[in-house]
């Protein structure tokens, strides 16, 4: 699996939109790109994923650069609760592929 | 409709004894995978089962082991158990078949090993 790359901690101020970024220069044309965010003492909790073009669902958007060597997981409005660890990961399309952890981005909202 | 179950939530153990943790899959899920989180650090992926057999296998020791019944839920077994088996032990399920299904994860079991 492709390695990713993400900053160790991001802080957001509450309302407003956080931006977090991830490299993954290696992506192979096989693998989607995966976000899951773990709140403390939880489990990681899906948010979105995708292949190539943009993706939005009711948690979040998912910005892919052309070349898919990086991406951007925007949420619009983030809240107190947002306060987590966020993973990208490049998981291969094959039925049932692991998810390949890597250290993730602690993102603090603050009031 | 319930998410991934698993028990207990919390166990301590001792060097040397043997733990099996549980997990119930979500409804409608046929594959399960564990993971192991150690403090600060992401999951590492230990193994996969589908229909009953191991599909595929992390960098663990053969002291890890696993079943699936045939209700698709799930059991890891540790022997041995060493300090370094302490941590948060974490149970994922999805749909086989579908490539780019995501997978669900449960609340995992904190293992702690004195």
């Known amino acids: 699996d492709a390695k990713t790359t993400q900053p160790p901690s991001m802080d957001c101020a509450e309302g407003r939109a956080a931006n977090l970024p991830c490299n993954h220069s290696t992506i192979s044309g096989n693998e989607y790109v995966y976000w899951y965010r773990q709140i403390h003492s939880q489990g990681p909790q899906y948010i979105i994923h995708?292949?190539?073009n943009n993706e939005t669902n009711e948690m979040a958007s998912l910005i892919i650069t052309e070349d898919r060597k990086s991406s951007t997981l925007i949420l619009p409005h983030a809240t107190l609760r947002d306060t987590a660890v966020y993973y990208c990961?490049?998981?291969?399309?094959?039925?049932?592929?692991?998810?390949?952890f890597g250290e993730g981005t602690q993102l603090t909202v603050n009031p | 409709d319930a998410g991934v179950t698993q028990s207990p939530t919390h166990l301590i153990k001792t060097r040397g004894q043997q733990v099996t943790l549980r997990c119930s899959p979500k409804?409608?899920?046929?594959?399960v995978s564990w993971y192991q989180q150690a403090l600060g650090q992401g999951p590492q992926f230990i193994f996969q089962?589908?229909?009953?057999?191991?599909?595929q296998r992390g960098n663990f020791p053969d002291r890890f082991s696993g079943h699936q019944f045939p209700n698709y839920s799930s059991e890891l077994n540790v022997n041995a158990l060493l300090l370094g088996d302490s941590a948060l032990y974490l149970c994922?399920?999805?749909?086989?078949?579908?490539?780019?299904?995501?997978?669900?994860f449960g609340d995992g079991t904190r293992l702690s090993i004195l």
């Open positions: 995708g292949l190539k």
């Open positions: 994922a399920s999805s749909l086989a078949g579908l490539s780019n299904q995501p997978q669900h």
């Open positions: 089962y589908y229909e009953e057999e191991e599909r």
């Open positions: 409804s409608g899920h046929d594959t």
């Open positions: 990961i490049v998981r291969e399309t094959t039925s049932g592929s692991r998810l390949t």
